[in-house]
Every structure is written in C-alpha cells, then in structure tokens.
C-alpha cells in the first residue's frame, strides 16, 4: 500500500448563465386602492373634500390690516371684510378643483394625495375643471360688489395660482415665492376692501411669515416623499434638508425684527398708558419659534393642520390676539 497524497479533482468550470436566464429585478408591488366609505366617497362628499375647508383658515389674513388699523368697529368694515373672505375662500376653492384635475396622475403616486376626491375618481376630471373655473369668475364677481380694487387684488390671486398650477411650482424657490405671495395678496385684499393703509412693516412682516411657512411646508413635504420626491415633483428633490433649514433660519429671523419694528412703530402712535404694542412681542416670539420646533420635528406639510391641532401653538396664538387687540382698541 502506498501512500500516495490525495489530489482533489478539479472543479467543474461551471459555464455563466446566458443574459436571457439572468433573474429579473422584481416591481415593486403598487399601492393597494384607497378604500374610502360613507358619505366622503359620494359625489356631494367628494366635491366638499375637494374644496379644503380645512385650508380657508388662510384667508382669515384678510383680517390682519383691518383689525391691526383698529377699523372692524365699524359693521360696515366688517362686513366689507367678511365679503373679502368669502371672495378668497370662493377663489382658492376653485383653484383646488383645477389643481385636483390637472395633477390627477402625480396625486395617485402620493402616500396621502392619493386618497383626494378626484384621485380615488369620486369627483370627474372634467367636472372638477368646469367647477373650477366657475368658482373662480364667481369669487371676482364677489368681490367687485366690495369695490374694483378688491376685485383686481382676487383677479392677481386667480392669475397667480394659475400660473403657479401651470408652470411655476415647477421652478425652485420661484414656487416658494408664488405660494407666499399668495398669503401677502390676501392680506393686501383685507386693506383694500377697507380702505386702510398698510404700514411698510406690517408688509415685511406678512412677506417673511409667509415665506417662513412655505420653507417648513417644502421641506416636510421632501422629508415626506423621501427618494420618491422627484416622482411627485421634480422640484422637491431640490429642496435638501440643509437648505430649507436655512430657509427657516433667515425668514424666522426676519420676521422676529420685522415684527419687532412694527410694534416699536406702532407704539409711537399709540396714547395708551401702558406697552402693549411692546408687551405682543414676547407670545409672537413665542409662536414663530413653537411652530418652528414642529417643523424640526417634520411636520408642517399642511400647515393649517399644525394650527388647528397644536393646542399649544393656539393659546399663544390668543395671547397675541388679546394682547394685540387691547394696545389697538385702547389706542
């Protein structure tokens, strides 16, 4: 018997799979259908959804110059004012609609656009449109009964949403600009409706805040999306973490000074025996650095739902309007 070293055999050269047996990268599955039940999923249902009664909050800035120039003592002013409101809430119904029929296809890829009326099919593509357009002549026949400055002020906000559903939302920071001017028209409107004049500060304090809530509304929404961002919106994917942090940082900072000259301004012309002008500075310190802290947490996609749901944010927000109202109603 020998011994003999053992030797393995070779390996068999095992030949590479031709391209066509190579396993194919598996879809991933699409979402399952929203499943809306009740009165939501009806027509009547689905035309209120549409509408965002929830989102009308905003036009109460028609309020803001009126009720800073002391004037909504007068019925007559108030019901002016009231007319402005209906008018904008008429105005942003009916850019909802077209918004809704024209980005029908980029909703159904959104984890809870998907669930809109128009989206899920309750609500027609054609009949969102001929609604939409209809809400948007009616809000500047609303608002021509007020006087044809209020009118030309809706007639700006109508062109531009318009042209922000159209082209403009598509173009980093111009989209930022368009939604923020929308929030100053509106303030704009409640001057004019009353015929009051706005004061320079009062401007750049309403052009900051807006701006200031467009910025967390970007960025949650990016936050949100995640790598699907750009499927939805191209222009999400521009808006990184680090950018609209900055955003918030310089509108934040802006509107804190802002906010701060006008009260000074404000004061100067007041007889009141005590600060209050001054005395408003400190809940809306307050607010814009709480409602700051909810977009660090990644909130703020919607932000009607961060002020109607952070109760928090809602008492300094009526400590402001009770300080506030008393320095101009005492003035």
């Known amino acids: 018997m020998t011994n003999e070293p053992l030797i393995s055999p070779p390996a068999p050269e095992v030949e590479p799979p031709d391209a066509g047996t190579l396993p194919r ?102 009949l969102a449109f001929v609604l939409g357009f209809g ?42 600009v368009a939604v923020a001017a929308g929030f100053v028209l509106r303030a704009v409107a409640g001057a004019e409706a009353t015929e009051v004049p706005i004061s320079d500060w ?19 929404e990016a936050a949100e999306m995640g790598n699907d961002a750009r499927s939805f919106r191209a222009v999400l994917a521009s808006y990184r973490p680090e950018y609209t942090a900055y955003l918030r940082s310089v509108t934040s900072s802006a509107v804190l000074v802002s906010y701060c000259m006008w009260a000074f301004e404000k004061a100067d012309t007041s007889s009141a025996g005590l600060p209050w002008y001054q005395a408003s500075i400190l809940p809306f310190v307050m607010a814009v650095l709480r409602y700051a802290l909810v977009l660090d947490q990644g909130k703020g996609s919607a932000p009607e739902e961060i002020i109607l749901g952070d109760r928090i944010l809602q008492l300094i927000g009526l400590m402001w309007v009770v300080v506030f109202g008393i320095g101009v109603y005492t003035a």
């Not at 750049?204 to 949650?220: Q, Y």
């Open 25 to 126: 990268p598996v879809p991933l599955p699409e979402p399952p259908p929203v499943v809306i039940t009740g009165w939501r999923q009806t027509l009547v249902g689905g035309l209120a959804r549409t509408a965002r009664p929830k989102q009308w909050i905003k036009n109460l800035l028609v309020f803001a110059a009126p009720g800073a120039a002391g004037v909504l003592k007068d019925v007559g002013m108030v019901a002016d004012s009231v007319v402005a409101f209906v008018a904008f809430c008429m105005a942003a119904a009916g850019t909802y609609y077209i918004n809704d029929a024209r980005d029908v296809d980029a909703d159904r890829l959104h984890p809870k656009k998907r669930s809109r009326p128009v989206a899920t099919g309750a609500v027609p593509v054609a």
């Open 135 to 176: 809400l948007l002549v009616a809000s500047v026949g609303v608002a021509y009964m007020v006087n044809a400055k209020l009118a030309a002020v809706v007639v700006a906000y109508v062109c531009l949403t318009t042209a922000y559903s159209t082209w403009l939302k598509n173009i980093a920071v111009v989209d930022l």
């Open 202 to 220: 009062f401007f750049i304090v309403t052009i900051f805040g807006s701006l200031f809530m467009v910025a967390g509304k970007r960025g949650a």
